[in-house]
């Protein structure tokens, strides 16, 4: 049986059992339940976003959502949240290699962007063990190696919160604040990271206006590059392939010979292998988007390489062979230092900083 607490406010209780209290002061119908959708941007180009039918995000959803992403309480010793591996600065990520949790204890794989998250349509994570945004805030709560708590826990201490059952009732409708479930909390978790939408970067005012004088030089031959355009006259790098559209991602998972797997026996970190159950997917990851790349290094699933230009030097000279190294990446890629440079300047003008003076990507606490 679910063990209730009371709010401390008035009106007395019954102890059923020395353990057990039951509230009767949790009665949330006197404020109003009036819900408006929230209108969550689809910039041009990027894929379409799917709400789940169950959980269309509306105003009040995507505020409780926002607050409890920034809000400690959900750790085990109220020392983490959500935002402390996804840091907005850092385009939501946590600039380690890989991310460390309350206890100390270090994951194996890096954080990761969750600005436009909600275009994410192929799995999420790295390896896309979990289908959509609601399953996925249910791991990091009970994970021991982030926030080391419990559901039940964090259940009731939003219940016995001064303001979190107001805020349960405006986005869903319950009428006791005893409905506060894992279930709702991931819920509004999820609306606001769909509402994480920006694309405001150089790239994007290439692309709304077709002028490509908005690059530099140097720029513009990186984007040649990137996108293997023909009669540029500078080498192709494949890029394109795996990171493309708007959104800089195929949604899809690939080995990009960041390590000798050869014929796949002995893969460290099987990836989507380990989803899939398919042999031929060992070794693959998603292919993320380069949105905002410049700000979320170190780079690949467990944070291996440091920088772009380093990024770009394995491209160049180190993909390894396996028998599921991607296609477009078997002839390799051959560019000289000032293209290699060209190419990380082209990557560059895909960060967008301007969600930072939005309150809406920053802790409602502060
Ligand atoms: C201790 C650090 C840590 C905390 C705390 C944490 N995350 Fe993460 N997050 C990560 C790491 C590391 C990954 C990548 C894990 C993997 O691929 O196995 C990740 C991945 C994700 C992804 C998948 C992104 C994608 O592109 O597929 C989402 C969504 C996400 N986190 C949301 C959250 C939410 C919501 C919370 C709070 C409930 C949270 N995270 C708390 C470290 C953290
Ligand atoms: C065959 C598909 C493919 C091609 C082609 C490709 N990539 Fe990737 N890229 C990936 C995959 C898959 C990952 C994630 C790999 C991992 O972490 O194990 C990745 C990761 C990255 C990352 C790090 C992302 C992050 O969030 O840490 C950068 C930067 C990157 N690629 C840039 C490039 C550039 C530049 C090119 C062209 C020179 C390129 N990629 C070509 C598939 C590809």
């Keep these: 049986m679910m063990k209730r607490v009371l709010i401390g406010l008035g009106i007395f209780i019954a102890a059923c059992s020395p353990d057990e209290v039951v509230v009767v002061d949790g009665d949330l119908t006197n404020i109003p339940y009036q819900p408006v959708d929230y209108v969550i941007p689809q910039p041009a180009g990027f894929p379409s976003m799917a709400q789940p039918s169950d959980n269309i995000a509306t105003e009040a959803g995507v505020e409780l959502g926002h607050f409890l992403f920034f809000d400690p309480i959900l750790s ?14 850092l385009g939501f990520t946590d600039g380690k290699k890989v991310s460390t949790g309350i206890t100390g204890a270090q994951g194996f794989r890096s954080s990761m962007s969750l600005v436009n998250i909600g275009y994410v349509n192929s799995g999420l994570f790295w390896d ?3 289908p959509h945004l609601e399953a996925q805030a249910f791991l990091p709560i009970e994970d021991p190696t982030e926030m080391d708590n419990t559901w039940a826990a964090v259940e ?6 001064p303001t979190y059952p107001e805020m349960f009732r405006k986005a869903f409708g319950i009428n006791d604040k005893s409905e506060i479930t894992s279930d709702l909390a991931t819920k ?7 509402s994480l939408v920006s694309a405001n970067s150089k790239y994007d005012e290439v692309l709304a206006s077709g002028d490509f004088g908005v690059f530099s030089d140097e720029e513009l031959d990186g984007y040649f590059m990137f996108f293997d355009i023909e009669g540029s006259g500078l080498p192709d790098a494949q890029c394109f392939h795996c990171h493309s559209g708007a959104y800089m991602s195929v949604n899809d998972f690939f080995n990009n010979g ?15 292998g380990d989803v899939t159950g398919v042999f ?6 998603r292919a993320t988007t380069l949105r905002n790349i410049e700000l ?3 780079y690949m699933h467990d944070g291996r390489i440091e920088t772009l230009e380093e990024v770009v030097d394995f491209y160049n000279d180190s993909i390894h062979p396996a028998l599921n190294l991607d296609v477009n990446l078997f002839e390799g890629v051959d560019l000289n230092a000032s293209q290699r440079a060209s190419l990380v300047a082209f990557m560059k003008t895909l960060t967008d900083t301007s969600y930072l003076a939005n309150p809406h990507f920053l802790s409602p606490f502060n």
Excluded at 79 to 86: D, E, L, R, V
Excluded at 188 to 194: C, K, M, S, T, V
Excluded at 258 to 272: C, F, K, R, S
């Design 76 to 89: 085990r010793d109220s020392t983490q949240s959500c935002s402390s591996c996804h840091l907005p600065e």
């Design 128 to 130: 896309g063990r979990s």
């Design 156 to 161: 009731e201490s939003l219940r016995n919160h």
């Design 188 to 194: 509004a978790l999820a609306q606001y990271e769909r």
């Design 258 to 272: 960041l390590e000798a797997l050869g014929d796949l026996t002995n893969v460290t970190d099987i990836g989507l």
């Design 280 to 285: 031929t997917d060992r070794g693959k990851f």
């Design 296 to 298: 979320t290094g170190p």
